[in-house]
C-alpha cells in the first residue's frame, strides 16, 4: 500500500523525535517520518495511534491507517497487535475493504498464519 503523506491523526498525539523534543500534532508531514519518532501518550509511555493519509480513496477521506508507534529509516513503524512486535509499515501488506479502504492490522507473517491469506 502507497501512502500519501501528510496522515491525518484521530487525536492530538505526541511525537518523539530522537533527540527526545516532543511536539502534540494531528498531523504526521514527511518531515517528521524522515527525522523518526515514537508516538508517546500523555504519561509519556510508548503508545499507537491511527489516522487517515492524504489519498483521494475512500471518498476522498484517505485510506485508514492503525497501529501505528512511530517512524524510523523514513519508514512509518507500526505494532502488529497478534505478535506485539514493531515492523515497517511495508510489512503489513496490502489494502483490504471492508466498509472503506484500510491498511492490514496484523503483518504478512501473522496473518499467513492465522487467516492462511
Do not use: W
Not at 511536539?23 to 509519556?44: I, K, R, S
Not at 512509518?76 to 497487535?81: G, T, V
Request: proline share 6%.
Amino acid at each position: 500500500m502507497h501512502l500519501q503523506l501528510p496522515l491525518r491523526l484521530d487525536d492530538p498525539t505526541i511525537l518523539q523525535d530522537p533527540h527526545g523534543t516532543r511536539t502534540t500534532t494531528q498531523t504526521v508531514t514527511a518531515t517528521d517520518v524522515a527525522a523518526g519518532f515514537q508516538v508517546l501518550d500523555a504519561a509519556g509511555h510508548p503508545s499507537r495511534v491511527s489516522g487517515y493519509d492524504a489519498s483521494p480513496r475512500n471518498d476522498h477521506r484517505g485510506a485508514r491507517i492503525t497501529n501505528i508507534v512511530g517512524a524510523d529509516a523514513n519508514s512509518l513503524i507500526k505494532r502488529c497487535p497478534h505478535c506485539k512486535i514493531r515492523k515497517p509499515f511495508a510489512d503489513f501488506g496490502e489494502e483490504r475493504t471492508t466498509n472503506e479502504l484500510r491498511d492490514q492490522s496484523y503483518c504478512t507473517e501473522c496473518r499467513t498464519l492465522a487467516f492462511g491469506t
